[in-house]
Every structure is written in C-alpha cells, then in structure tokens.
C-alpha cells in the first residue's frame, strides 16, 4: 500500500509539472515545422530541378556561387502592444487568423520573449514607408513593448529593451538613425509608441535621432538674423541667390532660410509626406512628445526642433 501511495503521488507530480509546463508547446511545433520546410527550400540547389521546366534562356547547367550569407534586418521598429497583458499578444502571436507576429515581445515586468528568428520575416509593419523603403517588413525587425498606449513604460521593460537594442545593433550594425517607431512608417494609421515612449534616452544610448537642446536655444529665422545682421543682398541675379542660399547652409547653420520647405525636411528625416497632415502629427508624437495637441501644425520653436533634425539627417 504505502508503494502504491507513493506510485500516485509520483504520478499526480507528472501531472502537475505537464500542466505546468510551456502552455506554448503546440504553437512551438508549428513554428519548427515551417523553419524546417523553410530549410528545406533554402538548401535547393539555384534552378537545379526547375530550369529544364522553364520559358527562360538558361546556360546548359546550373552554377551557384561561392560568395554568399544571410540578408541581415536594417531597421527596428518600434510598437506598443495597444493590449491588456503579455499573455494577450502572446496569445494573439500565436493564433494563425490574426496575420500579425513580431520578432520580439517584451512585458512590462522586463522578461523578453523572442518569438521568430531575425532572419524571418514578421509582420508587424504593415502597410509604411521611411525613406525610400516602403517593406519595412522585409528589412527590419519588429519590437512590441507589453503596454495599452495610455499608461507609463515601466523602467525594468525599458532596461530590457535596451539591452536588445544593443544586441541588435552590435549583431546586424544597424545605424542609429533606423531605430524608429511604427507611429514613423506608418503616419495617420499608427500612433505607436505613445508620446511617453523615452525617444530621448534611447537617442543617448544610440538606438534613433533627437534633437540638440543647445543648439536650438541658438537657432534664428532669417528675418531675425538678418534684421541683426543686415549682411543680406536682395537686390541680385536670381541664380546667383540660389548660389548665395546654398551657401547660407554652411555660412549660417543656425539660420532658417525663409523658404525652408516643413514637408521636404520631414522627407528628408525620413517621413513618407504623401499626406503631410499625418506625418505632421507623427512628429509631433515622436519628437515633441505630444498627446492632446496633434493639431498638424508647427509654432516657431517646433520649426526650429524640426530644422534641426533636418539637418542631422542631410
């Protein structure tokens, strides 16, 4: 008898620890599943059963380079969840009706869960554009922060997200100026991260651009500076003035050429500004870390943040 009480209670252990264990264990096999038939298509040898099948002038037999890797993400973009729990995205990652994954997830409380390889593709992005890119999917890699976009970013999820910031940068060597957040592809559709996402202090670390306060502070509008300085010539050929703009550039960094064009410097940042309205807003999000005022409209200083970014992103 006592062997046999202690035969169930080993078994109702077993039990307990399969109840227990990874709740994920049944997506996790899917996800090997694909990797493996993914494997299984990359490792074909170029056209080697297909050419003899196609309308294309191929030479007599195939050949495959020796010079070849991996394609390596350029960007990490950045989301808020827009959810209730960690549980939640993991849960909504993991359905095959949502289309939606990221590459990683990050909970409030700082524990990281990586759920696809780097290389693969997720689909977090959507439908954007920075600069010229406009898949940001298929170059990037995507980052949800657990949070509802109404509430603070805790410091420990905000620890964490750096040390994969670093990770990521030291792994890939992704420029600094291509950690953006998906409120920046996406202008008018996405607001993610929200304005108390801290753009600043990860711009400290390396990981996106910010502004200098300092240089701000020093920053004129032409009328000013001129009307300081009246070093200004008016009264001159046209092409020798667009000679003299392109100077004032370089002679006078800190001054805001009247025909300073707000859409093509937030083009030049990265903004897709088909509509400009959206990608206003965006920036102010972004940049001036604004909630309740996304009125689509720059006062002075706000010029000034904008025509400094511009100009560190020439």
Known sequence: MYYYRKFLILVGLGLMISCSSNPYRTTNKVYTKKAKAYAKELSKFPLEETQNDSALNYGEYPVGTTNFNLRRPNFVVIHHTAQDSTTQTLNTFTIPKTQVSSHYVIGDDGEVFHM???????????????????????????????????????????????????????????????????????????????????????????????????????IQFENEFF?????????????????????????????????????????????????????????????????DHLDGILNAEEIKILYNLYRKSL
């Not at 070093?231 to 001159?236: E, M, R, S, T």
Request: hydrophobic share 40%.
């Open 116 to 218: 696809l390889n780097n290389y693969y593709r997720a689909w977090h992005g959507g439908i954007g554009q920075w600069g010229h890119t406009t898949d940001l999917n298929s170059s990037s890699i995507g980052i949800e922060l657990d949070n509802n976009g109404k509430e603070p970013f805790s410091e420990a999820q905000i620890s964490s997200l750096l040390d994969v910031l670093k990770q990521l940068k030291e792994d890939y060597k992704i420029p600094a100026e291509n950690f953006i957040g998906h409120l920046d592809i996406a202008p008018g559709r996405k607001v993610d991260p929200s304005a108390d996402f801290p753009w600043e202090r990860l711009a400290e670390e390396g990981y996106g651009i910010w502004y200098d306060e300092e240089a701000i502070e020093n």
């Open 227 to 291: 009307k300081e300085n009246p070093l200004k010539i008016d009264n001159i050929d046209p092409i020798f003035k667009q000679r003299i703009a392109l100077l004032d550039r370089y002679i006078f960094p800190n001054v805001i050429p009247a025909n300073f064009d707000i859409a093509e410097a937030l083009r030049i940042i990265g903004y897709n500004i088909d509509d400009l309205d959206a990608a206003i807003k965006s920036f102010q999000i972004h940049f001036l870390q604004e909630k």
